[in-house]
């Protein structure tokens, strides 16, 4: 917003800069009959003060000084205005797994069904499957030995799916995935014991026998199951403390995730996230109306396919909400793409990691906090350095309208904008906006940063108006008009940086009466350098 703002700032100044000051020096040349040398001063000193210089160098640096701190804390910002993204979140899509859980499971039990032997046929599944994800990694500490059966085919495991499988000569095909896509119609022989483990935040899988070479998803009927294997996800130390932080914050959080959504309640509710039992299962969301009303409606969503994480961010953005998404897996990759700030750990998939716009080195989610807060204080602060520059701009514009509409010469020199601009506007602007400022973002940036502005630009033309029908009355020479109205203007610019050091504290005294120190000794002694006049 804030990029788009200046875009569209600098657009309607470059449109209407060149014909009022072309207007402006055809009136003071050939109206007031100044010469060349007067018009074209004062002329370039009309145009110039309406150009915000400065504003867009000061948002780059804001940007860049976030991202050097972020980087201390070992979090890479990959694209620059994403810092600003991250401030204005008021809602985080998680991924269970990295995030609230440490990306790394233990198999905890391996409950057989019957008397074949499932570990052999465990062993030859993964030897043949060769995955390296949280689950594989898992069973592989267990069933380490490498069998090597003449394999036939092989389906990746999917998480649209929720299932993998092998087909090996004359041994048939091994599947393993979720209980409940598996076994079909079968699974509710299997519910009850399967659910006592999911209430406890446990990941349950099938591993299931078919005969035969597996050819398409309605042979899943015959799927007989053989064994099932209970596995737990490690929790993050940091995890309660993390999701507390963001609570208070006034951020909603949604937990989405591949998983069963019973285990992925537990475990959310073990990591401390408030109303992790309103969940849901995202195969019961069949029409877009009904995705609609869960987006808002449920914490936790569990069995969500790829393309329903991509529909639920759609969905909460069209909402008006700003969406942060953290994952790390190529499902999350299209969700990530159409949030409006990615966060990846270091530890996903390298196609993650490029859509991200944040990577988390230390794949450390309790690093979110300071993140969030290092983009509020970033917005917050360039917010308040900014009207600092577009009450010049307000000023200006207005000041160049009426001085081509009244019979007296443009007053200011351009090294007196110089003097107000470095006091009022530059100094300030940048000290302000590298200070702690950790406050909720919250409105439109035009309209808060004009709404500061444009009173202050309009007090600065009153006085200036005031000043010069007060000095042409009483006939003062025009450097004496131009010393005042630098004064006029210098106040009305003072009085913001005084309403923009509130709350006050010892820097911000100290950074004030210095500003006014400097422009009093400049009106004192660089009378020569700056025109001015005794008063």
Request: hydrophobic share 45%; charged share 20%.
């Amino acid at each position: 917003e804030i990029r788009d703002s200046l875009d569209k700032i600098i657009k309607i100044i470059s449109v209407i800069v060149l014909p009022l000051g072309g207007i402006m020096f055809l009136k003071q040349r050939f109206y007031l009959e100044l010469s060349m040398e007067d018009a074209v001063t004062k002329t370039v000193a009309s145009m110039i003060s309406m150009i915000p210089d400065g504003l867009v160098l000061l948002s780059s640096v804001v940007m860049a000084v976030s991202v050097i701190k972020l980087a201390r804390e070992r979090a890479v910002v990959q694209e620059l205005y994403s810092i600003e993204n991250l401030a204005r979140v008021d809602v985080l899509c998680l991924d269970k797994t990295g995030t609230i859980t440490e990306g790394r499971m233990v198999l905890e039990e391996q409950l057989p069904l019957g008397t074949v032997d499932y570990k052999t046929a465990a062993c030859a599944y993964l030897t043949a499957m060769m995955d390296e994800n949280a689950t594989s990694l898992a069973l592989q500490e267990e069933f380490a030995q490498k069998v090597t059966w003449q394999t036939e085919k092989v389906i990746p495991f999917s998480s649209k799916r929720k299932w993998g499988a092998v087909s090996f000569t004359e041994k048939g095909t091994y599947l393993l995935g979720a209980p409940e896509v598996v076994l079909a119609k079968h699974y509710s022989l299997y519910e009850k014991n399967i659910s006592s483990y999911m209430k406890k935040g446990r990941r349950v899988l099938v591993f299931a026998h078919v005969k035969g070479i597996f050819k398409e998803e309605k042979d899943l009927v015959e799927a007989e199951p053989i064994a099932f294997f209970v596995l737990k996800d490690c929790i993050r130390k940091n995890a309660k403390e993390t999701l507390a932080y963001f609570q208070k914050q006034g951020v909603d959080l949604k937990v989405i995730s591949g998983d069963n959504p019973q285990t992925v309640m537990q475990i959310a509710k073990r990591a401390g996230l408030k109303a992790a039992e309103r969940c849901v299962d995202a195969r019961t969301l069949t029409t877009k109306e009904a995705l609609e009303k869960a987006a808002e409606a449920y914490t936790v969503f569990g069995r969500v396919t790829p393309e329903q994480k991509y529909e639920l961010v759609r969905v909460l953005q069209g909402n008006g909400h700003t969406v942060a998404m953290t994952g790390d897996g190529v499902n999350d990759v299209l969700a990530l793409k159409e949030a409006d700030c990615s966060i990846v750990m270091d530890s996903g998939c390298d196609v993650a990691r490029k859509t991200a716009k944040v990577v988390l080195v230390d794949s450390d989610f309790s690093t979110m906090p300071k993140i969030l807060a290092e983009g509020r204080r970033a917005i917050n602060n360039l917010e308040r350095s900014a009207s600092l520059f577009l009450t010049k701009t307000t000023f200006a514009t207005l000041l160049l309208t009426l001085f081509l509409v009244i019979k007296i010469s443009y007053p200011l020199q351009p090294i007196q904008f110089t003097l107000i601009n470095a006091l009022t506007i530059g100094i300030p602007a940048f000290l302000l906006a590298l200070e702690p400022n950790y406050a909720v973002v919250q409105g439109r940036f035009l309209k808060k940063v004009f709404a500061r502005a444009v009173p202050v630009g309009i007090l600065a033309i009153c006085n200036i108006a005031f000043v010069v029908g007060m000095t042409t009355h009483l006939g003062y020479e025009e450097d004496m008009v131009s010393t005042m109205t630098t004064v006029a203007a210098a106040m009305a610019n003072f009085l913001l940086v005084f309403r923009s050091c509130t709350p006050w504290n010892k820097k911000r005294v100290a950074m004030f009466t210095g500003l006014v120190i400097l422009f009093a000794l400049a009106m004192s002694y660089a009378k020569v350098v700056f025109g001015f006049e005794n008063i």
